[in-house]
């Protein structure tokens, strides 16, 4: 499949977008507590999400996705499904949110603590954001994709963290997932030229101990073969003439 170049117009669409996915994970940070449910902060989304934003969350029924948000704790990667299970002091979990607002997507991801966690959680938390600044960082016109896996790997690698191979970021616009795939590993000057109008996903999933990763019977839920602590920060990016724009970053 090309990548779309996207217009001006386009632009303004995924600015909106990529603003509402922001304003979610905002809403959301304060109601993960020790004891909440993943289906409570599930069904706080839904409503923030179709009746404050007047926006669709993109999981739902996607390919047969069950709910509305992503929410990936301990040692799942991604794709965890909401449900019943309490979230306890020192859990780590993943809120990925995805919003199509008037046909284009905007897709974010954040880490959260849950009460006090420990010192390797709090470090590969860190390091995980870290990763998703450098990789941002070779973000412009002329660079190559091969450049934000580099800098993702090298920083996750160096701090004794390990890449997942198997789920990367992705192009993003009217479609969830268009091409082209952004792994978070590589090597710098390889891959695709990176050029004004692309927009795309960065979202490095870092494990504690080994990359391997297994998919459970549910069909969605991705975990550490290994069990060891996983976690993910994502954003959405658009290239623009002279540099990358963050069009999911927080209000400063
Ligand atoms: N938001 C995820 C991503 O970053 C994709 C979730 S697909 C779902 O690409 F179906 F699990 F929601
Ligand atoms: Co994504
Ligand atoms: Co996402």
Redesign the pocket.
Known sequence: MPIHLKSDFDLTQMRIAGDLTRQVLDMIGPHIQPGVTTLELDQICHSFIVDALDAIPAPLNYRGFPKSICTSVNHVICHGIPGGKRLKNGDIINV?I?VIKDGFHG???RMFAVGQTSILGRRLIKTCQECLEKGIATVRPGSRLGDIGAAIQQHAEAAGFSVVREYCGHGIGRGFHEDPQVLHYGTVGQGLEIKPGMTF?I?PMINAGRPETRLLSDGWTVVTKDHSLSAQW?HTLAVTDNGVEILTAPKS
């Open positions: 990925d995805t897709d974010a991801s996903t979202e994502e």
